[in-house]
Nanobody, 119 residues
Framework: QVQLVESGGGLVQPGGSLRLSCAASGSFFSINPMGWYRQAPGKQRESVAT???????NYADSVKGRFTISRDNAKNMVYLQMNSLKPEDTAVYYC?????????????WGQGTQVTVSS
């Protein structure tokens, strides 16, 4: 079982920045990949950014050049630096991890953290 705990959401003005953090804990051998999804009201959950243990990254087109994902594999943490935020970035952001344990590979989600971009 893996627990994911996010932090760092909040209210920010357009053009501002936020940094999200996610800590993974529990019983597992490895996590690969680890990343961030978001869900805006009335919309489907979408992938924002993911990162493998080998530092390969994948970003949604809508956030390329503005968001940066990073990982600390030793601490089992993943971060999302969000710059030049836009109102359309408003959503609940979820940490996601694909983890390998003694029972095989399983996908896990955090509880979500609200990001609101508004003046």
């Amino acid at each position: 079982q893996v627990q994911l705990v996010e932090s760092g959401g909040g209210l920010v003005q357009p053009g501002g920045s936020l940094r999200l953090s996610c800590a993974a804990s529990g019983s597992f051998f490895s996590i690969n990949p680890m990343g961030w999804y978001r869900q805006a009201p009335g919309k489907q959950r979408e992938s924002v950014a993911t990162m493998t243990t080998g530092s390969s990254t994948n970003y949604a087109d809508s956030v390329k050049g503005r968001f940066t994902i990073s990982r600390d594999n030793a601490k089992n943490m993943v971060y999302l630096q969000m710059n030049s935020l836009k109102p359309e970035d408003t959503a609940v952001y979820y940490c996601n991890a694909l983890a390998r344990s003694s029972s095989g590979w399983h996908q896990y989600w955090g509880q979500g953290t609200q990001v609101t971009v508004s003046s």
